[in-house]
């Protein structure tokens, strides 16, 4: 995705859970952080259940969300 966005100069943020400050809950956090920024749409790859989470939430909010793959 990265190297996708930056040939399109479609502008990146990373967002890395932090393990030490949240430990188990370090995905959740992070997915919570992204959403706070709003972002225009979500782009979701069915495999995890943190990544479910996140697209859940993200369409909670009214944010649209691209599914991709088979799940």
């Known amino acids: 995705m990265a190297k996708w966005a930056h040939n399109r100069k479609v502008p990146q943020i990373?967002?890395?859970?932090?393990?030490?400050?949240?430990?188990?809950?370090?995905?959740?956090?992070?997915?919570?952080?992204?959403?706070?920024?709003?972002?225009?749409?979500?782009?979701?790859?069915?495999?995890?259940?943190?990544?479910?989470n996140l697209a859940d939430k993200a369409r909670r909010l009214g944010i649209p969300v691209m599914k991709f793959g088979v799940a």
């Open 14 to 52: 990373a967002f890395k859970p932090d393990w030490t400050r949240h430990a188990k809950a370090a995905p959740s956090k992070r997915n919570d952080a992204m959403l706070d920024t709003l972002p225009i749409g979500v782009i979701h790859f069915p495999d995890t259940g943190i990544r479910d």
